[in-house]
């Protein structure tokens, strides 16, 4: 079945956040040397020390769509140390299995909306696509709304390297699935805010099936796929995946 993103992990959300960093500054000052190691994410690496994607991009002259090579130097502005090891996963047993059953979490503040949503015409164009189809595939709003802003920033324009499009970044081989398999009849994903929406609650209802309505499970599939979640747990990028999902749900509260 195929559901299963594992260049996702190396790539896309790099290319999320990157998506929202909305122009911030590129950082100056001072740089530590980090060597990329493998499983390493420029969202992983960046936000660990307090930067954008954007910043840490900007430092080393590279693009954010770019895949990290394993054992490239980066700059790390801001840091003086010689050195930075690699960063550690968020808490959890370190093979990801059982990770779910000791997440713990820091809530946003319930109802305070990003700043690039607050007052914005997108919010109000889109907040009542994802509170239909929430509904139709009984899903909490917030859960989807909160999913879709760490995929995309509510952005239908947003394409990854690896193809995935859209709002809730669909890939090409996850679209077919929920065409022929969850839906029946093809979707315009690419071109359609609704139809984008409404696979990515299609398959997070799915999704929330698999998982026996076990919010971490099902967020950290919607991330990894469910075939890694099965085989390796919630993997260290997935695991702050879900926490940054977490802690976006009382915004869309």
């Known amino acids: 079945m195929p559901v299963t993103r594992p260049i996702r992990l190396v790539i896309a959300l790099g290319v999320l956040s990157s998506a929202l960093s909305f122009g911030l500054a590129d950082w100056s000052g001072s740089s ?139 890939e090409p081989y996850t679209a077919t699935f929920i065409d022929q398999q969850l839906v029946g009849f093809t979707l315009d994903y690419v071109h359609s805010p609704s139809d984008n929406i409404r696979m990515s609650a299609a398959y997070l209802a799915f999704l929330a099936g698999k998982e026996a309505d076990n919010q971490c499970a099902t967020v950290a599939a919607y991330y990894e796929g469910p075939i890694n979640l099965q085989n390796y747990g919630v993997l260290p990028d997935a695991q702050q995946y879900v926490a940054d999902v977490e802690t976006l749900l009382p915004r869309f509260s």
């Open 32 to 170: 530590a040397a980090y060597v990329v190691q493998p499983g390493d994410t420029l969202w992983g690496i960046a936000t660990s020390r307090g930067l954008t994607v954007a910043q840490l991009a900007s430092a080393n002259g590279i693009n954010p769509l770019d895949i990290l090579p394993i054992g490239e130097r980066l700059a790390i502005p801001g840091v003086t140390l010689a050195s930075v090891t690699s960063p550690a996963p968020a808490a959890g047993p370190s093979n990801g299995f059982g990770f779910c059953a000791a997440f713990t979490y820091t809530p946003g503040p319930t109802g305070v909306l990003p700043a690039q949503l607050s007052g914005s015409p997108t919010f109000y164009q889109l907040d009542p696509l994802f509170r239909h189809w929430a509904a139709y595939y009984g899903l909490s709003a917030s859960l989807l709304e909160a999913v879709d802003w760490l995929e995309s920033g509510w952005q239908q324009g947003v394409v990854s390297v690896t193809g995935a499009v859209g709002i809730g970044q669909i």
